[in-house]
């Protein structure tokens, strides 16, 4: 499993072209969220003070990064050869998983880190001077192998799925979208101002999207003790590892090889 996850781990890094392509339309959606979330603060007359540039890169690398078309095909076609291999699917699923979403998680979280590095000024004192960005640098790094393992879990339960019922796009679109809206990465859910959506907090989508990044920026979770959004975490990984293990024995008891 070691093996794998640093194959894959190492292709991206060696060959970031495609990382890099997804960086330039990276840089629209979160101009967009920013203007869009300033101006509405502004507008409702509240006070600046929140980095939403930084926010929306980080938040926006997380998504960018999750339940890719690629790792899910490629499990796909790999799940007859894996049954005669010594290694199991799911182990080499999640290694191969793990290894890509690591790759990825870490170039673009680097040249998210270089750009806010370049543009730091603009949101002091938040990420002010070198051992602010050192700081977010690091606790980046930190949640890396969490967000890693939780795409590798979430792609192996997709593709269990496509196996049994066959190619679902749409599924995909709405768990994706799903985080998207209900995760943070269209607004930040800080409450403030936004008393319908603090629900959203207690949802997985916001454990692995706006906490992370809330993490990233301030060195701890919001509106909880960090302690506990780690628990939260561990216990929404558990529940991806059986949902993976339920989704390997549907795929694999619809299978069908020669006919039988």
């Known amino acids: 499993?070691?093996?794998?996850?640093?194959?894959?781990?190492?292709?991206?890094?060696?060959?970031p072209a495609p990382i890099l392509m997804r960086c330039l339309t990276l840089?629209?959606?979160v101009v967009a969220l920013t203007a869009l979330w300033n101006g509405l603060r502004k507008g409702a007359g509240a006070g600046d003070g929140f980095p939403a540039l930084a926010y929306f890169l980080f938040t926006q690398t997380i998504l960018d990064s999750c339940l890719n078309r690629f790792g899910i095909g490629s499990l796909v076609l790999g799940f007859e050869p894996a049954l005669s291999r010594p290694l199991s699917w799911r182990a080499q699923g999640?290694?191969?998983?793990?290894?890509?979403t690591a790759g990825q998680l870490l170039v673009i979280g680097g040249l998210v880190q270089v750009f806010l590095a370049l543009t730091?000024?603009?949101?002091?004192p938040v990420i002010?001077?070198?051992a602010g960005m050192a700081g977010m640098a690091l606790r980046w790094?930190?949640?890396?192998?969490?967000?890693?393992?939780?795409?590798?879990?979430?792609t192996e339960v997709m593709a269990?799925?496509?196996?049994?019922?066959?190619?679902?796009?749409?599924?995909?679109?709405?768990?994706?979208?799903?985080?998207?809206?209900l995760g943070g990465g269209l607004y930040p859910l800080l409450g403030?101002?936004?008393?319908?959506?603090?629900?959203m907090r207690y949802l997985p989508f916001s454990d692995f999207v706006f906490q992370p990044a809330y993490f990233c920026l301030y060195g701890h979770a919001f509106g909880m003790e960090t302690g506990l959004w780690l628990v939260r975490v561990a216990c929404w990984m558990a529940l991806l590892a059986l949902a993976a293990h339920a989704s390997f024995r549907l795929a694999w008891r619809g299978l069908q090889v020669a006919g039988g």
């Open 192 to 199: 403030e101002g936004q008393s319908g959506i603090g629900w």
């Open 128 to 130: 002010a001077g070198m």
């Open 141 to 154: 790094l930190l949640v890396l192998p969490l967000l890693a393992l939780a795409d590798a879990l979430a």
């Open 27 to 29: 840089p629209v959606y």
């Open 94 to 100: 999640v290694a191969q998983g793990f290894g890509r």
């Open 160 to 181: 269990g799925l496509y196996i049994r019922v066959g190619k679902s796009d749409s599924l995909r679109f709405v768990v994706t979208k799903s985080l998207l809206a």
């Open 120 to 124: 730091d000024a603009a949101y002091r």
């Open 1 to 15: 499993m070691l093996l794998l996850a640093r194959y894959e781990f190492a292709e991206l890094v060696r060959h």
